[in-house]
């Protein structure tokens, strides 16, 4: 049988691979996809194949796929860098262009307007740092004194280019720096020894201290990659080739900075599918009953007892989880209530679905019911034939290779940081309860007589304003996940959705949502800019939680009002056509908005503001922000005005 690997050969012998990039990604999936074979080896060996694509002639053959832009510098060698990041990021669909800084210059690489990447709009700035980063400022010979002034004037400098890096676009990747013992054991005492250990973990704690300072930020720990990958270094490739990580270590930093440049993309998983007999659970409940499965008391149940408190770790931080199981209904609710073993519980489920349909059906379902996107679900199970099924059936859903070795599964669960966020935000961790209110909602939706009367019913409120200082961490995270509702596929970082709000030349709102089931929290938002010719929206994003409620129709007919009591000419939009916002292609036009030409990719739209449409009837709408007319965003009132729609 023809391996993945083998076959992307076959591909680019036959000069086939730029125009059948779209294969690429599922079969580096079936490189990993089983446990059992060499993924580790081959994936590498991908990356090289890959390394040499033509992206122009990648992107002329596919138009929509995403480029990631990665600027890789650091303190020595970092070119061996870029095979295992090719490959890590096309495993996600997405197309690497590399831009390799100078070797140990990192510091005029990111800072200098000489330097190499000045004025390049990077997603992603590796700077990769090592050891020789601090010990290259020590004399020789050395103390642990000389050391610490040297940490000390090092941790200033990467403070400054933090610093520097957060008044640009894309995100800055710092990593924590490993101790070899060749430098430990240059010390003959333990206590020398002992103190030297001290004061380089604690440069490495204010490293990572650093992200809370800098939204722009991210640094990498290495050492739990060092705990999976082996050594550090090899002494040869370090000391001729001015290499100083090794291949495996490479690779895992290269699998992480993939996982971030994917969360950054708004591509984090939302929803978790679990197999249960042999996955969540130790043994076949259909065969052998209730008493003959275990999660506990044997080490095989205690190895998958450890796998459900990983899983409900996980849903404690906004991970929606779901079963899809071949059994019946009512034994797997029964052990899910009542099993002394089970860690996790019927409640901590949005959605069960166990029946004797195929798989690949029922994660459709599951992400039908959740109203999210098969590209939203992980799907995790023991059986290669389930898994095949469900790659085949429902191909945008990603699959954790789980085998009979329980022991191995919470390793494998976590190995592509599939639900990786750059901030964990209050919503996030309120997402489970939210989601299971949701079923009330789709209950009182299912049994009105129409739309019409579930809206009148729901009780829907919005209160839309400015963000406030604690918002910006999830309005980052909104525009990053939502794909349906982002009329541009705009995405935007933290830092720079504060510059905005404190621009007034800049309009910066968010949409806070309830409803007679509770509150729904922020929901929405809205970017545009003030101009001579009137306001021009940038961009709208919209929870799909919370789509077809009126939500986005009564915002935007609120701010049209304001611009026409501010007297302002027009309002302007733009839509930009993406791969999941074709739904939304006709959003302006039902306002009001006329289609006026196109714009690049995109298209353009404006509103006289002669008629302006009404609030949804059904909808009450709390407005509170400054007036449109003016740069300084006031037309002569200096507080900001409510108004209820």
């Not at 086939?16 to 080896?41: I, K, M, N, Q």
């Not at 990747?173 to 013992?181: A, D, M």
């Not at 370090?238 to 699998?255: C, E, K, S, V």
């Not at 609030?615 to 200096?638: K, T, Y």
């Amino acid at each position: 049988m023809t391996t993945a690997l083998e076959r992307l050969r076959e591909l680019k012998a036959l000069g086939r691979l730029e125009a059948e990039y779209d294969r690429v990604a599922p079969l580096l999936a079936e490189l990993t996809d089983d446990p059992g074979t060499s993924g580790a080896t081959d994936l590498p060996r991908a990356g090289r194949l890959l390394a040499g694509l033509d992206r122009a002639a990648v992107l002329a053959a596919h138009p929509d796929t995403p480029v990631v832009t990665v600027a890789v510098t650091g303190q020595s060698t970092v070119a061996q860098l870029v095979d295992p990041l090719t490959a890590e990021l096309a495993r996600h669909g997405l197309l690497l262009r590399p831009v390799l800084g100078d070797h140990g210059a990192y510091l005029h690489d990111l800072t200098s307007e000489q330097g190499l990447f000045h004025g390049l709009a990077a997603d992603l700035s590796l700077c990769l740092l090592d050891a020789e980063t601090v010990f290259a400022e020590v004399p020789s010979p050395w103390d642990v004194a000389a050391l610490s002034r040297a940490a000390d004037d090092v941790l200033e400098r990467l403070t400054g280019l933090a610093a520097h890096h957060a008044e640009r676009p894309g995100t800055l990747v710092l990593n924590t720096l490993p101790l070899p013992r060749r430098h430990t054991h240059q010390l003959v005492d333990h206590r020398s020894r002992a103190r030297l250990g001290a004061v380089w973990r604690e440069f490495n704690a204010a490293l990572l201290r650093l992200t809370e300072r800098f939204p722009g930020l991210a640094v990498l720990d290495l050492d739990p990659l060092i705990a999976d990958t082996g050594p550090v270094s090899d002494p040869r490739l370090a000391g001729y080739a001015r290499a100083q990580y090794t291949a495996p270590l490479l690779a895992a930093y290269a699998r992480e900075a993939a996982h971030l440049a994917r969360s950054l993309r708004g591509m984090t998983k939302k929803c978790l599918v679990l197999d249960l007999d042999d996955t969540l659970w130790d043994g076949i409940l259909g065969d052998a009953g209730a008493d003959g499965i275990a999660a506990a008391g044997t080490l095989r149940g205690e190895a998958f007892g450890a796998f459900q408190r990983i899983i409900r770790q996980l849903g404690a931080q906004g991970v929606l989880l779901a079963v899809s199981s071949k059994n019946d209904a009512e034994p797997v609710l029964a052990v899910l209530r009542d099993h002394p073993d089970m860690v996790l519980r019927e409640t901590d489920f949005v959605q069960i679905n166990a029946n004797w349909r195929p798989k690949d059906g029922n994660v459709a379902e599951i992400a039908d019911g959740l109203g999210i996107g098969l590209d939203s679900l992980v799907f995790a199970d023991d059986s290669p034939a389930e898994r095949a099924q469900v790659r085949h059936g429902a191909p945008q859903v990603a699959v954790v290779p789980l085998d009979d070795e329980p022991a191995l599964h919470v390793t494998r669960l976590l190995a592509d940081g599939w639900f990786d966020t750059p901030r964990l935000t209050d919503e996030d961790r309120a997402r489970t309860g939210q989601y299971r209110v949701e079923r009330e909602r789709r209950e009182l939706r299912e049994g009105s007589g129409s739309h019409a009367d579930f809206l009148r019913e729901l009780k829907v409120s919005v209160e839309l304003g400015a963000p406030l200082g604690h918002e910006f961490a999830r309005l980052a995270q909104l525009t990053r996940r939502t794909n349906q509702f982002n009329l541009t596929g705009l995405r935007s970082a933290q830092a720079d959705l504060e510059a905005r709000a404190a621009d007034p030349g800049q309009l910066l709102l968010v949409a806070r949502a309830a409803d007679r089931f509770g509150d729904n929290g922020l929901v929405g938002a809205v970017l545009g800019h003030r101009a001579a010719d009137g306001l021009h929206l940038d961009n709208i994003w919209l929870s799909c939680r919370v789509l077809a409620r009126g939500i986005e129709q009564g915002c935007v007919a609120v701010l049209l009002e304001r611009a026409r009591d501010a007297g302002l000419a027009a309002v302007h939009a733009r839509y930009r056509p993406t791969a999941k916002n074709h739904r939304v292609r006709d959003f302006y036009p039902s306002l009001g908005f006329e289609e006026v030409g196109e714009d690049g990719d995109g298209v353009v739209f404006r509103h006289d503001l002669r008629t302006v449409p009404p609030v949804p009837e059904h909808l009450a709408i709390e407005a509170e922000f400054a007036r449109l007319a003016g740069h300084d965003g006031h037309d002569g009132h200096d507080r900001p005005e409510g108004s209820r729609g």
